[in-house]
């Protein structure tokens, strides 16, 4: 499911970024998107989907492996979670620097 919504936010980001507005694409005209929440929304939805997907590719492909045993890929998830979570973090913070003046 989470590839269908990954999907479906990359055609809204692409429309959203390139095809609503004028035609010609900037950074002042896409620094001023992005104060808006519906744009910050829909990167951060698209930014934490990816991640999440991603992330639990990775976990689901080790796991397939049997490498790790139970202990290491309840481990492995953690890790995951904080590397999503910083990842989402610095994403956040750098959508805010392009969309100050």
């Known amino acids: ?3 269908v919504f990954l999907v479906v936010f990359v055609f809204a ?4 970024l390139h095809y609503a507005g004028s035609a010609d ?15 910050l929304f829909l ?3 698209l930014l934490a989907l990816a991640l999440y997907h991603g992330l639990m ?9 049997g490498v790790l045993g139970v ?3 309840r481990v492995l998830r953690w890790v995951s ?4 979570l910083t ?3 610095l994403g956040y913070r750098i959508l805010q620097a392009f969309s100050e003046k």
Not at 13 to 16: G, I, P, S, T
């Open 1 to 3: 499911m989470s590839g």
């Open 13 to 16: 980001h692409l429309w959203l």
């Open 25 to 39: 694409v900037t950074f002042q005209e896409v620094s001023v998107k992005l104060r808006s929440p519906l744009y």
């Open 43 to 45: 990167d951060l939805g």
């Open 57 to 65: 590719g990775f976990i689901r492909v080790v796991g397939d492996l």
């Open 71 to 73: 202990r290491g890929e």
């Open 81 to 84: 979670l904080a590397v999503g």
């Open 87 to 89: 990842s989402l973090v």
